[in-house]
């Protein structure tokens, strides 16, 4: 009877393997959920021969994909080895322990200024900087603490973001100097009785540069949580409004207005905690300030730019994005950096490897906003033609892995895809894309680029399942 069982099992797994192996591309999309979406796909070897295309050349949102031409460019340009510098000049002398002047912190367009790549220390940097201003012997500032943000222009947000994100961690405003990622970090607690209203705290330290105005209430454990939070626009008052059933907790990263001033009010605090007293204003310099001859009093390098691409495409980080685009296009144009300069030189990049860029649109580098076009066939041509570039090993390894990290870590998982596929996924509503290099089971390698869009259920779980399926067809075909 176990020996008949096991046949049994035996010829099931043959046969769907066979079944796997035998369907098309065009079947496996014929039979998908979520029949009023488009679909494209595109899948190329490693020289890039289109093996199997559907709709490779309609155009498609890219969501997130997006990152991955940005990246590419922003390697491109700066290397894998590129690290920003920010550095704190003193205007002033020091006399007894006092700096008699001004310190002028100038923003370098460093996103990482955070606990992102500290360990989850988000006073990592300030901690730095307050050891090398008492090496020097400051123990006081008589003077006023200034940032010169005149590396970036004044716009804040790139062209098409929505202004019912701005509230969030993913669409912060974009300055030269920013800390801790241009949020605050709030904590809620429903640890009271039904009807009371939970306990909050926030980083940094229950800062007073934003106000919250706290109307949420704790619900009965049964009930669900439904999130509210909304800052005023152009402002720091931040209305929390959600429900939570009693005994929930939550934890939100909200957005700050003013990113240089939020910065400086921050390290401010720090400093005076820290042993170190500013007696001074703060100020926001956007014209920039003459800093030649000054004497550097604190310098913080951030890691190579390898790490940063690293961080940015396995988190689907869109401030990172854009902070790096607007330094690209300070450097290469010689002028303020802006989103749309910034993306003029990634446009100029993807024509000079060849892409046709007829067919790309980009209103934004991360690929949140609004009317950002591009095609399968150019995504994984820009995969294809990355391998032979000399930055292609930190492009490579920025890349989520399958069921391992980033944005992939719970996809894919019992699946011979899991470890085997790198690349990037991305997700706005009615959106879902994935691109990336998988060996199929043959040991060939295969550069696949699938984009789903205009399907109306709120569930991304049954597009990634038809993604996986397509996957699995590659895989087994080849």
Same mark, same amino acid.
């Given at each position: 009877?176990?020996?008949?069982?096991?046949?049994?099992?035996?010829?099931?797994?043959?046969?769907?393997?066979?079944?796997?192996?035998?369907?098309?591309?065009?079947?496996?999309?014929?039979?998908?959920?979520?029949?009023?979406?488009?679909?494209?796909?595109?899948?190329?070897?490693?020289?890039?021969?289109?093996?199997?295309?559907?709709?490779?050349?309609?155009?498609?949102?890219?969501?997130?994909?997006?990152?991955?031409?940005?990246?590419?460019?922003?390697?491109?340009?700066?290397?894998?080895?590129?690290?920003?510098?920010?550095?704190?000049?003193?205007?002033?002398?020091?006399?007894?322990?006092?700096?008699?002047?001004?310190?002028?912190?100038?923003?370098?367009?460093?996103?990482?200024?955070?606990?992102?790549?500290?360990?989850?220390?988000?006073?990592?940097?300030?901690?730095?900087?307050?050891?090398?201003?008492?090496?020097?012997?400051?123990?006081?500032?008589?003077?006023?603490?200034?940032?010169?943000?005149?590396?970036?222009?004044?716009?804040?947000?790139?062209?098409?973001?929505?202004?019912?994100?701005?509230?969030?961690?993913?669409?912060?405003?974009?300055?030269?100097?920013?800390?801790?990622?241009?949020?605050?970090?709030?904590?809620?607690?429903?640890?009271?009785?039904?009807?009371?209203?939970?306990?909050?705290?926030?980083?940094?330290?229950?800062?007073?540069?934003?106000?919250?105005?706290?109307?949420?209430?704790?619900?009965?454990?049964?009930?669900?949580?439904?999130?509210?939070?909304?800052?005023?626009?152009?402002?720091?008052?931040?209305?929390?409004?959600?429900?939570?059933?009693?005994?929930?907790?939550?934890?939100?990263?909200?957005?700050?207005?003013?990113?240089?001033?939020?910065?400086?009010?921050?390290?401010?605090?720090?400093?005076?905690?820290?042993?170190?007293?500013?007696?001074?204003?703060?100020?926001?310099?956007?014209?920039?300030?003459?800093?030649?001859?000054?004497?550097?009093?604190?310098?913080?390098?951030?890691?190579?730019?390898?790490?940063?691409?690293?961080?940015?495409?396995?988190?689907?980080?869109?401030?990172?994005?854009?902070?790096?685009?607007?330094?690209?296009?300070?450097?290469?144009?010689?002028?303020?950096?802006?989103?749309?300069?910034?993306?003029?030189?990634?446009?100029?990049?993807? +024509?000079?490897? @060849?892409?046709? !860029?007829?067919?790309?649109? %980009? &209103?934004?580098? $991360? #690929?949140?906003?609004?009317?950002?076009?591009?095609?399968?066939?150019?995504?994984?041509?820009?995969?294809?033609?990355?391998?032979?570039?000399?930055?292609?090993?930190?492009?490579?390894?920025?890349?989520?892995?399958?069921?391992?990290?980033?944005?992939?870590?719970?996809?894919?998982?019992?699946?011979?895809?899991?470890?085997?596929?790198?690349?990037?996924?991305? +997700?706005?509503? @009615?959106?879902? !894309?994935?691109?990336?290099? %998988? &060996?199929?089971? $043959? #040991?060939?390698?295969?550069?696949?680029?699938?984009?789903?869009?205009?399907?109306?259920?709120?569930?991304?779980?049954?597009?990634?399942?038809?993604?996986?399926?397509?996957?699995?067809?590659?895989?087994?075909?080849?």
């Amino acid at each position: 009877m176990k020996h008949l069982f096991r046949t049994a099992i035996l010829i099931l797994l043959f046969a769907t393997s066979d079944y796997l192996y035998a369907q098309n591309l065009g079947s496996v999309i014929e039979n998908a959920p979520n029949q009023e979406a488009f679909w494209s796909v595109t899948v190329r070897d490693h020289q890039g021969y289109i093996l199997e295309k559907h709709n490779s050349d309609k155009v498609i949102i890219p969501a997130s994909n997006q990152k991955l031409v940005t990246t590419a460019a922003l390697l491109d340009h700066f290397g894998a080895d590129y690290q920003f510098k920010t550095v704190i000049y003193g205007e002033g002398s020091l006399s007894e322990g006092t700096w008699d002047g001004d310190l002028i912190i100038v923003g370098s367009g460093d996103p990482s200024i955070s606990g992102d790549l500290y360990d989850g220390n988000r006073y990592h940097v300030f901690e730095s900087y307050v050891r090398q201003l008492k090496e020097a012997g400051i123990q006081r500032i008589n003077g006023k603490l200034i940032a010169d943000v005149s590396l970036f222009d004044e716009q804040v947000y790139p062209k098409g973001w929505d202004w019912y994100d701005f509230s969030f961690y993913y669409a912060v405003q974009v300055s030269p100097l920013s800390f801790n990622n241009n949020t605050v970090d709030l904590e809620v607690f429903a640890d009271g009785n039904i009807g009371d209203t939970p306990r909050i705290t926030w980083f940094p330290d229950s800062t007073d540069y934003v106000t919250f105005i706290n109307q949420q209430v704790i619900t009965h454990p049964n009930t669900e949580y439904d999130e509210y939070y909304r800052r005023e626009l152009g402002g720091n008052i931040i209305t929390l409004g959600s429900t939570l059933p009693q005994g929930y907790y939550e934890d939100e990263s909200l957005s700050v207005n003013d990113p240089p001033g939020y910065f400086l009010h921050s390290f401010r605090n720090y400093m005076a905690e820290n042993g170190i007293e500013v007696e001074g204003e703060l100020e926001v310099s956007y014209d920039g300030l003459q800093t030649s001859g000054m004497e550097p009093l604190a310098i913080h390098r951030s890691y190579p730019m390898g790490k940063l691409i690293e961080w940015t495409n396995k988190e689907s980080d869109n401030f990172y994005t854009e902070m790096m685009t607007k330094t690209l296009s300070a450097q290469k144009s010689g002028v303020k950096g802006s989103f749309e300069d910034g993306i003029s030189q990634i446009r100029d990049f993807l +024509f000079e490897i @060849g892409l046709d !860029t007829i067919h790309v649109q %980009m &209103n934004d580098a $991360s #690929g949140m906003a609004g009317g950002n076009f591009n095609t399968t066939e150019n995504l994984s041509k820009l995969l294809v033609e990355m391998q032979s570039h000399e930055c292609f090993e930190a492009y490579f390894s920025s890349m989520s892995v399958a069921g391992i990290d980033g944005t992939l870590a719970h996809r894919m998982k019992g699946t011979p895809l899991y470890n085997n596929f790198k690349g990037k996924s991305g +997700f706005v509503t @009615g959106v879902r !894309t994935l691109s990336g290099y %998988m &060996n199929a089971r $043959s #040991g060939k390698q295969l550069i696949v680029s699938i984009g789903t869009n205009n399907y109306i259920s709120e569930k991304v779980r049954p597009i990634d399942s038809v993604h996986e399926k397509i996957l699995m067809y590659l895989y087994n075909k080849y």
